[in-house]
């Protein structure tokens, strides 16, 4: 009895040692094959910058105006999408807007090495970086060029500053509004002022006394009445009618009436209508109203008027 109970507990204690073993095997597995990778080419062009942690302190650091980026904050960097960090390795900060103290490294790099050394970036990140966070990069053909390289990437979706911040108009009256000079250097007196060309032409047209002439993008006809107030206040989020915005590096929309979905309606197709045409609101007040008990207003007088 005693051998077979001393048999039962010797077996015992090697299962409940293998399970141990496991875990701690699970808790410190291997790196992949793309992160040390990355992390020696990140030792080799990066860290002389950024540190060997990536968090912007390495032995050049205090040479630049603007301080490299801290690689490792996961609240900056965990929502950036991979192509966004890519072309900034392969292109330089400039590329993105961002300061030109980033030099580009596409004459050293392919485009598989800069994502190992977004792969590595990714596991150094605090708190930790999981694929779900990071959204897809929007790109919207013929987008206008604007005045200044500004990314709604990184204000929106970075950094997270609500759109009412910028566009304080929306919350009460008709319009959204657009950001004073003075607002944008309400940050930007300071944050990449002095080594920044993009942020520089604020303070250029800020010293001219003139407005930044932002190109538009979203404008209904002439004969229709869209008011932002009232959206806003029943909790319509800006994403509704104007898209994924914070995952746009340049701003673009193609909305209104389309050719091809007149004629699919013509021969007795229903297609979706188009995104801000009149059928495309119709139909989100209808369902507002279904879903969410409102009361948005499905008469023509209340659009065109």
Same mark, same amino acid.
């Given at each position: 009895m005693w051998a077979g109970g001393a048999a039962a507990g010797l077996i015992g204690?090697? /299962?409940?040692? $293998? #399970?141990?073993?496991? &875990? /701690?095997?699970?808790?410190?597995?291997?790196? $992949? &094959? %793309? !992160?040390? #990778?990355?992390r020696q080419l990140y030792?080799?062009?990066? /860290?002389v910058c950024h540190g060997d942690g990536g968090r912007g302190d390495g032995p050049s650091a205090a040479g630049f105006a603007t301080k490299p980026s801290d690689l490792a904050d996961g609240r900056l960097m965990n929502a950036l999408p991979d192509a966004f960090i890519v072309n900034i390795v392969l292109r330089g900060g400039p590329a993105e807007g961002l300061s030109p103290g980033m030099p580009p490294f596409g004459a050293y790099l392919g485009e598989a090495q800069a994502r190992d050394v977004t792969t590595y970036l990714r596991s150094l990140a605090t708190p930790a970086f999981r694929p779900e966070a990071a959204r897809a990069l929007? %790109?919207? *053909?013929?987008? *206008?060029?604007? *005045?200044?390289l500004f990314s709604h990437l990184i204000h929106a979706g970075s950094f997270q500053i609500d759109c009412q911040y910028c566009h304080t108009d929306a919350r009460r009256s008709e319009y959204a509004g657009l950001p004073s000079v003075e607002r944008c250097l309400g940050c930007h007196r300071v944050i990449g002022a002095q080594d920044n060309p993009e942020i520089a032409k604020i303070g250029q047209f800020a010293a001219r006394g003139e407005p !930044? *002439?932002? =190109? &538009? =993008?979203f404008k209904v006809p002439e004969f229709t009445h869209f008011p932002h107030k009232p959206h806003v206040r029943a909790g319509v989020a800006c994403q509704s009618c104007h898209g994924p915005i914070e995952q746009m590096r340049v701003v673009g929309a193609r909305t209104g009436r389309r050719l091809l979905n007149d004629l699919a309606n013509l021969v007795g197709l229903k297609p979706a209508p188009p995104p801000l045409s009149?059928?495309?609101c119709v139909d989100c007040h209808r369902t507002q109203n279904a879903t969410r008990s409102t009361q948005a207003p499905l008469d023509c007088i209340a659009c065109h008027h």
């Amino acid at each position: 009895m005693w051998a077979g109970g001393a048999a039962a507990g010797l077996i015992g204690l090697i /299962a409940f040692t $293998s #399970a141990l073993w496991s &875990r /701690a095997g699970a808790v410190t597995a291997s790196p $992949s &094959r %793309e !992160i040390i #990778a990355g992390r020696q080419l990140y030792v080799t062009h990066c /860290a002389v910058c950024h540190g060997d942690g990536g968090r912007g302190d390495g032995p050049s650091a205090a040479g630049f105006a603007t301080k490299p980026s801290d690689l490792a904050d996961g609240r900056l960097m965990n929502a950036l999408p991979d192509a966004f960090i890519v072309n900034i390795v392969l292109r330089g900060g400039p590329a993105e807007g961002l300061s030109p103290g980033m030099p580009p490294f596409g004459a050293y790099l392919g485009e598989a090495q800069a994502r190992d050394v977004t792969t590595y970036l990714r596991s150094l990140a605090t708190p930790a970086f999981r694929p779900e966070a990071a959204r897809a990069l929007v %790109e919207v *053909p013929g987008a *206008p060029r604007q *005045p200044i390289l500004f990314s709604h990437l990184i204000h929106a979706g970075s950094f997270q500053i609500d759109c009412q911040y910028c566009h304080t108009d929306a919350r009460r009256s008709e319009y959204a509004g657009l950001p004073s000079v003075e607002r944008c250097l309400g940050c930007h007196r300071v944050i990449g002022a002095q080594d920044n060309p993009e942020i520089a032409k604020i303070g250029q047209f800020a010293a001219r006394g003139e407005p !930044i *002439p932002w =190109v &538009r =993008v979203f404008k209904v006809p002439e004969f229709t009445h869209f008011p932002h107030k009232p959206h806003v206040r029943a909790g319509v989020a800006c994403q509704s009618c104007h898209g994924p915005i914070e995952q746009m590096r340049v701003v673009g929309a193609r909305t209104g009436r389309r050719l091809l979905n007149d004629l699919a309606n013509l021969v007795g197709l229903k297609p979706a209508p188009p995104p801000l045409s009149m059928g495309w609101c119709v139909d989100c007040h209808r369902t507002q109203n279904a879903t969410r008990s409102t009361q948005a207003p499905l008469d023509c007088i209340a659009c065109h008027h």
